[in-house]
C-alpha cells in the first residue's frame, strides 16, 4: 500500500506581512518544502507608520491577491490552508466554574461567556478548554472570534482558491510549534508588530494567555522620533544595532543614547510581564524555567541576553524546525525562518 505525501500550508496574515509555508508530511516525518513573505507596502498607496494598520483590515479581495501572488511566485500548488487569526481580534477569558458534568459544563460556559465577552454570543464563535481541575472546580480558558471575521478568513480562502482546513488563533499555532518541554513551564512572549502577547504553558498546557497593546513598531516609532530619521530609517536601524552591534564610529554618546532609547522602550513590556509571570507563581507556586521569544523583535542584537539579565532565566528564540526538517536551500535562513514563521509553522502543523 502506498504512503501518500500530504502538504498543509501554515497562513499568518500579520500586520506587517502576509506569511505562508508549507510543510509535508511522510511517513510521520515533516519538512518545510517551501514559504512565501509578502510585505505590507505593496497593498497600500503610500508610505505610513503600520502601527495605524494591519493587512487583515484590507478588502478580502486585496488580501487574497496578494496570496494567489505569492503562491504562484513560489510556485505552491498546495490548496489545503490553516488560516490564524490575530489575537487582537480574538478574546481571550480565564474563569473558575464548579465542578459539574461535561454536557451541565457546555451550558454553564456559555452563560458566564455573556458576563465576559462584549458582544452578543450570537455574534461570536465561542471555544473553550478545561486548563485543569480543582478540588471542586475547573478552570476555563474561553475563546471568543467575532462571526464578522470568521466569515472574511472563509471570504478570502475562497477567493484566493484554497480550500480552509482550520482557522485558530495565533496562540495556539505558537504553543504548537514551540513548546515541547513535557516537565517544565515556559513562558512564551511574542513581540508583534502591532501587540505583545504572553503565554505561560505548564506541562504543555496553556495556563496563562495576555495579549498587550505594546508593541516592536512602537519601538520604532520612538527611535524614529528620538533621532530625527523616517519611519523606514529607524526599523532599519534597530534590527540592524539592537542593543549591542553599534557602529564603531559613533561617539560614545550617541551609543549611550541609543542604547537607552532601546532599553526605556522594553520597559513597559518587561514591567507587564514581570507582573504576570509573578501573579503566576502566587497562584501556581510555580517559577517559569525558560522564556521562549518569537517575532522579529527577538532577531535583534543583544535583545535575547537583554532579556535574560532582567529576568534571570534561560531565555532563547523561538526554533519551530527543531522537528521540521528544513531543505537544504534554508540552511542559511534557519534562525529568521524561526523567528518570522513560528506562526505559520504552527498552523500547517496542526494539520500536517
Not at 145 to 152: A, D, S
Not at 255 to 277: A, D, G, N, R
Request: charged residues 25%; contains cysteine; proline residues 6%.
Amino acid at each position: 500500500m502506498a504512503i501518500l505525501q500530504k502538504s498543509v500550508l501554515g497562513i499568518d496574515i500579520g500586520t506587517w506581512a502576509i506569511k505562508i509555508v508549507e510543510v509535508s508530511s511522510f511517513a510521520k516525518r515533516k519538512k518545510l518544502t517551501n514559504y512565501a513573505l509578502l510585505p505590507a507596502h505593496p497593498f497600500y498607496q503610500r508610505q505610513f507608520p503600520p502601527i495605524q494598520k494591519s493587512l487583515i483590515f484590507l478588502p478580502p479581495k486585496e488580501i487574497a491577491l496578494g496570496i494567489k501572488l505569492m503562491l504562484l511566485d513560489a510556485k505552491i500548488k498546495t490548496k489545503n490552508a490553516v488560516f490564524t487569526i490575530p489575537d487582537f481580534l480574538t478574546f481571550f477569558v480565564h474563569f473558575s466554574l464548579p465542578y459539574m458534568s461535561q454536557q451541565e459544563l457546555e451550558e454553564a460556559v456559555k452563560m458566564e461567556a455573556k458576563k465576559y465577552i462584549p458582544l452578543p454570543i450570537k455574534d461570536v464563535v465561542l471555544d473553550w478548554y478545561p486548563i485543569y481541575e480543582e478540588k471542586k472546580a475547573v478552570s476555563i480558558l474561553l475563546v471568543a472570534v467575532p462571526r464578522e471575521i470568521v466569515y472574511k478568513f472563509e471570504e478570502i480562502a475562497s477567493l484566493a482558491n484554497l480550500k480552509t482546513l482550520a482557522l485558530e488563533p495565533e496562540i495556539f499555532a505558537l504553543k504548537r510549534a514551540l513548546v515541547r518541554e513535557k516537565d517544565k513551564v515556559v513562558g512564551l512572549i511574542d513581540i508583534g508588530a502591532k501587540s505583545t502577547t504572553c503565554s505561560v504553558v505548564d506541562k504543555e498546557v496553556l495556563k496563562v494567555y495576555y495579549s498587550l497593546p505594546l508593541s516592536g513598531l512602537s519601538l520604532t516609532e520612538k527611535i524614529s522620533r528620538e533621532l530625527g530619521v523616517n519611519w523606514e530609517l529607524a526599523e532599519k536601524i534597530k534590527i540592524t544595532y539592537g542593543i549591542s552591534n553599534l557602529p564603531s564610529s559613533w561617539s560614545s554618546e550617541i551609543k549611550e543614547k541609543f542604547t537607552e532609547i532601546i532599553t526605556s522602550s522594553f520597559q513597559p513590556i518587561l514591567e507587564e510581564l514581570k507582573k504576570i509571570f509573578q501573579n503566576f507563581y502566587l497562584k501556581e507556586g510555580k517559577e517559569i524555567d525558560k522564556i521562549i521569544i518569537t517575532g522579529g523583535i527577538g532577531l535583534m542584537p543583544g535583545v535575547l541576553p537583554f532579556f535574560q539579565s532582567v529576568f534571570l532565566k534561560e531565555v532563547e528564540l523561538a526554533n519551530p524546525l527543531s522537528e521540521v526538517l528544513p531543505p537544504d536551500f534554508l540552511s542559511d535562513k534557519i534562525k529568521e525562518i524561526g523567528a518570522l514563521f513560528s506562526i505559520a509553522i504552527g498552523a500547517s502543523l496542526k494539520e500536517a
